[in-house]
Structures are given as structure tokens and as C-alpha cells.
């Protein structure tokens, strides 16, 4: 039973964290951009069907209104991973709810763990409040510290215990240790492979 339960809490858990990755670290084109607006929801919105090129996605309506939006998505999560413990916490806080728009809608008996959920709506149900919205819900589910971004390739992600790691992935720190071996090596030879080619005069 404990585990079941566990098992539901961490697909509960999944969805807000996954949209707030997504959206974090897409990096829409003028071709792709429609497919990148509905992301996670995909599936869950056309199914199998292909994505219509004449509607808004999401209320957005252009590739140059979807980048704004991420854009300054990306500056708040970047605040965010930066926050220090009783410092601009207040003011960015006041940001995100205000740009949620949340509200509470009802409460729902949950078909699986039969207890009550509540259910939420934002004010004008926009792409942009949807955002925040899911950026709250994961706030409200993971420890602020746990947003982290990635010293080498700049993405965004949760890190998954209470350490704070500097790396998305063992790739990037791999990457960057060679990197960083590369160049000390470099300075401790002076005369390197590039400068062996001198002429004979
Ligand atoms: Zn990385």
C-alpha cells in the first residue's frame, strides 16, 4: 500500500516538473514552433493527429510572440535557481503569482488516491499563465533549490537529491573536465603542438 501510494505521489509529482523542464529549455524555430507551444500537452490535446498550421496554439500566435514569452520565462527560472534564502525572494514571488493568474476552481474527488484535489483555473487562461501556473504547482511540490542550472550547457533542470549539482548531466561535466584539463595543459606547455611548425629560416 506504501508503495503504491509513493508510486502515485511521483506521478503526481511528474507533470508539473516536466512542463516547467520543457518549456525551460525548448528552443523553438520558425518551423517548429507550434509543435514546441503545445509540448508536453501534445498528446493529450490532437492525439494522433497533426498539428493545424492555421490556428493559435495556445492562444500564441506567432513564433516572435512564443520567444518573448520564453524569454522572459527563462530570466524569472533564472532568478529563481539563483535565490538566496531571505533575499528578492518577496518580489519574485509577488512576479510569479501575479503572472499565474491562479485561482482555485473546485475540489475533486482524485479516482485514484479518493481523496480531494483541488482543481485550478487561471484568469484569462493564457500560454503565459499556464506557464507560471505549473511553475507554481512544481514550487509546490519540490524545495526551491532543487531548480538548478547547468554551469555548462546553461539548460535548466531539478536536481533529483539535496545536493546542488553544477551539471545537468554527467556529459556536461565530462565536457567540461576535458575542457578545463585542455587549457591548463595548454598553459603549462609553451611550446605546444600548434607552434611545433616553424620554419628553418
Ligand atoms: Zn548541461
Not at 517548429?32 to 494522433?48: A, N
Not at 496554439?57 to 520565462?73: D, I, K, P
Not at 529563481?80 to 525572494?89: E, I, M
Request: glycine share 4%.
Amino acid at each position: 500500500m506504501r508503495k503504491y501510494t509513493s508510486r502515485v505521489q511521483r506521478r503526481v509529482l511528474r507533470l508539473p516538473l516536466l512542463v516547467v523542464s520543457h518549456y525551460a529549455n525548448v528552443r523553438p524555430t520558425p518551423q517548429s514552433w507550434r509543435k514546441d507551444v503545445l509540448g508536453p500537452f501534445r498528446r493529450l490535446i490532437l492525439g494522433d493527429a497533426p498539428i493545424p498550421d492555421d490556428l493559435p496554439v495556445f492562444g500564441m500566435r506567432s513564433f516572435e510572440q512564443l520567444e518573448q514569452t520564453l524569454a522572459e520565462f527563462r530570466e524569472v527560472l533564472d532568478r529563481w535557481s539563483k535565490l538566496k534564502p531571505s533575499h528578492g525572494a518577496r518580489d519574485l514571488t509577488e512576479l510569479i503569482s501575479k503572472r499565474s493568474g491562479l485561482r482555485l476552481k473546485r475540489y475533486v474527488i482524485d479516482r485514484r488516491t479518493r481523496r480531494l484535489v483541488p482543481q485550478w483555473d487561471t484568469e484569462t487562461q493564457s500560454f503565459s499563465e499556464m506557464l507560471y501556473s505549473y511553475f507554481v504547482l512544481a514550487f509546490s511540490q519540490v524545495p526551491v533549490q532543487r531548480l538548478r542550472r547547468c554551469v555548462a550547457c546553461e539548460c535548466f533542470f531539478f536536481a533529483t537529491s539535496p545536493q546542488k549539482p553544477k551539471y545537468c548531466t554527467g556529459r556536461c561535466q565530462i565536457r567540461t573536465a576535458m575542457k578545463i584539463y585542455r587549457l591548463r595543459h595548454r598553459r603549462t606547455m609553451p611550446d605546444g603542438p600548434s607552434t611545433s611548425k616553424t620554419t628553418d629560416g
